[in-house]
């Protein structure tokens, strides 16, 4: 008859313990930097309860550069690049706002911060470049929850070609309208554009204006773009005019740039 008694001496004590009462969940591993999850190749992706993940010194000395609005539940991962194609690292998927930092070296022993942001960040070096990444809520009161991260190398850098036509049409309301030809690769359109200034000697004045296209068309191939140029001193008139154009395509780690500066002829339209 022990046994019974046994298990109702068990169920009483249960009955005693506190409502509520839990036992304390361990911090994640790689909740500290000598901890750092070590990610071998790319891409990859680490999914992690970090609810339980604290906050510690070095997380304040790198916020210091970052500036984020806090950096709860950091956890740490570790990247060696071989090739110097570059790190980018998304936590749009984790349940939380993450925020992600990126150092090129250890961050206790001099480590350069690269870059630091809401969600994406992305850093490029040299070959053999080791970078550590803190991940964190950065959410004040929020420590974290189900962390999503994606880890890939980052894209190749922008290209960018410009020119710009030889003959541009003025209109009766002093304006011209310019053309050319651009190409974009490796780059978001809406982050690129074609922009420059027309400036033309009428009589006594310099007659100055500047133009402004986009977005660009980023798949590599020869695209035409135009744009019309309205002065803030004067009205552009038939005759010669300099002009220099600039393209830029700006990706998610740089931008190219590309220069064209043209005589232009300018011919009234009768418009």
Not at 155 to 167: I, K, L, S
Not at 170 to 176: F, N, P, W
Not at 193 to 201: M, S, T, W
Request: charged residues 15%.
């Amino acid at each position: 008859m022990r046994a019974p008694r046994l298990l109702v001496a068990i169920a009483a004590a249960a009955l005693l313990a506190p409502l509520g009462a839990t036992t304390a969940s361990a911090a994640p591993t790689n909740d500290t930097l000598a901890g750092a999850t070590t990610i071998t190749s790319l891409p990859a992706s680490v999914t992690q309860d970090t609810s339980t993940a604290t906050t510690d010194s070095v997380d304040a000395a790198i916020n210091q550069q970052c500036g984020a609005p806090a950096t709860n539940g950091s956890v740490w991962f570790t990247y060696t690049d071989t090739t110097g194609k570059g790190l980018v690292v998304d936590l749009t998927g984790s349940s939380f706002s993450a925020g992600v930092a990126i150092v090129a070296g250890d961050p206790t022993a001099g480590g350069q911060l690269l870059a630091c942001a809401p969600g994406v960040a992305a850093a490029r070096g040299d070959a053999g470049t080791t970078y550590y990444v803190m991940a964190f809520s950065d959410t004040p009161g929020v420590t974290g929850g189900n962390l999503v991260a994606d880890f890939a190398e980052a894209p190749p850098a922008p290209e960018a070609t410009v020119t710009v036509d030889p003959r541009a049409t003025a209109y009766k309301d002093g304006s011209v309208l310019l053309s050319g030809t651009y190409s974009c690769l490796n780059a978001d359109g809406y982050s690129s554009d074609v922009e420059g200034e027309l400036v033309q000697q009428v009589g006594r004045v310099k007659i100055s204006g500047s133009f402004f296209a986009y977005p660009l068309e980023c798949d590599g191939a020869v695209h035409s773009w135009s744009a019309v140029v309205t002065s803030q001193n004067g009205l552009f008139a038939g005759g010669k005019a300099a002009n220099v154009t600039v393209a830029f395509a700006c990706g998610l780690l740089d931008c190219a740039t590309a220069f064209a500066e043209q005589r232009v002829q300018i011919s009234r339209n009768g418009k």
